[in-house]
């Protein structure tokens, strides 16, 4: 899978791009289709070898034409980095694209730019989708883009840590058994887990697991208001500080993020992680000793995934652009864009992609808990404010609760701005 680094560098974009969008929002999307069925499409290298990248698109675009001899597509690969600021200046200028592949944090973003999935996609291939799939693009009422992949990011333990510790297969599946764990794994000298804090880092993949556990959510239901203070907020942040505080998780990484192999994640000394993919962690562990687990439970069962989507943007030919969409999210045909960098399908009846491989099966289990993080405008924003707090209750400067308080009061005026 593309690795956690990529996805905190596509998630955590330019605040400069976020306000162009906006600025843009009511002006529609500027499509660059010249109309007669051409179709210009905008994607990222998912698959990140550069010729087999093309061949897959080259290949479902002759497809797709001969099929429809009245539709031209045209894709265009575009780097992931600062992909929100390129496509905001494009759509502000009138030369945007008219299908482009979003993750669901941007769909808020770019809402009113947007055709919703719903008037392209039929009911069959709506209803195949994974429910995971379909909330993850949900804005209000509205799908807004088509699901075409999925991650799940599970709990992964280190099988040589919990042997040598004399803990052979006593894998957590609730925080209640990680902390009765972590003593232990201390007294071997081990990291029960790891939890990086620097405020670079997006909170997707390291609070929100925590909050979603404890039955906590980022923003109310109604998205006007940040709900992380709550007592579910509380319980997730003490439950984190206690591992710091007792040394079960290194605290260097509160405030700074090493390469990889300067951790002691990489040197085997944690023993679970809930914030890296088995790609990442495989170098150093070895595959063999990769368990996957189902995420870790408290009051509920979550685990960050992403999902890829192909959204339609406003401006150009909807219909052209709905059946081309509707032609990649074919199961034979988003395969080849899932298989490269071990994703997996969006919908519920697709063919199984990794047959005998066990962790693959063991996280394919995940994907129907798993959570995209906040569709909602100000969500970068509040992550913003929200991490140095954090931080702050993780290095004793501030309670748990006084770091939420705080954190929501800036929040809160935050999403004001961006109603």
Do not use: H
């Amino acid at each position: 899978m593309r690795n956690s680094k990529r996805i905190s560098r596509t998630l955590a974009c330019a605040t400069v791009a976020l306000a162009t969008v906006a600025a843009v929002g009511a002006c529609g999307s500027g499509s660059s289709s010249t109309g007669g069925g051409t179709v210009n499409t905008w994607v990222y290298p998912v698959i990140p070898d550069e010729k087999a990248n093309k061949a897959y698109w080259d290949g479902l675009v002759a497809e797709f034409e001969k099929a429809n001899p009245d539709i031209d597509v045209k894709v265009s690969t575009y780097p992931w980095a600062n992909r929100d600021t390129a496509l905001a200046t494009a759509l502000a200028a009138n030369k945007g694209p008219d299908v482009a592949y979003l993750i669901p944090d941007q769909l808020a973003a770019y809402e009113r730019n947007l055709v919703p999935a719903d008037e392209y996609l039929s009911q069959a291939d709506r209803d195949a989708l994974r429910p995971a799939a379909l909330k993850a693009v949900t804005v209000g009422d509205s799908a807004l883009a088509t699901p075409v992949l999925m991650s799940a990011y599970p709990l992964l333990c280190n099988k040589a840590v919990f042997e040598e510790a004399g803990l052979a297969d006593r894998y957590p599946a609730t925080w209640e058994e990680l902390s009765a764990l972590a003593p232990q794994l201390k007294a071997k000298g081990y990291y029960a887990t790891s939890y990086s804090g620097d405020t670079t880092a997006t909170l997707n993949m390291t609070f929100y697991p925590l909050l979603w556990q404890a039955g906590g959510d980022v923003f109310s239901e109604d998205g006007t208001k940040a709900a992380f203070n709550s007592a579910a907020g509380v319980k997730a942040l003490t439950w984190l500080k206690t591992f710091i505080d007792e040394g079960w998780a290194p605290k260097d990484l509160v405030t700074t993020t090493p390469k990889i192999e300067q951790t002691d994640l990489a040197k085997n000394k944690v023993a679970c992680t809930w914030q890296n993919s088995a790609a990442e962690v495989e170098p150093f562990w070895g595959k063999d000793n990769i368990v996957v687990r189902p995420a870790l439970t408290a009051d509920a069962e979550a685990a960050y995934g992403t999902v890829g989507t192909l959204a339609v943007f406003k401006g150009g030919d909807t219909e052209a652009a709905g059946k081309w969409v509707s032609f990649v999210a074919q199961d034979k045909n988003s395969a080849g864009l899932q298989k490269p960098m071990g994703y997996f399908p969006s919908r519920t009846g697709a063919a199984d992609l990794y047959p005998g491989d066990a962790q693959q099966q063991e996280t394919a289990k995940v994907l129907d808990t798993t959570q995209v993080g906040p569709l909602n405008k100000a969500a970068r924003d509040v992550m913003g404010v929200l991490a140095p707090e954090l931080q702050g209750a993780l290095l004793d400067q501030k309670s748990p609760q006084d770091a939420l308080d705080a954190a929501a009061k800036a929040a809160d005026q935050l999403i004001a701005r961006k109603r």
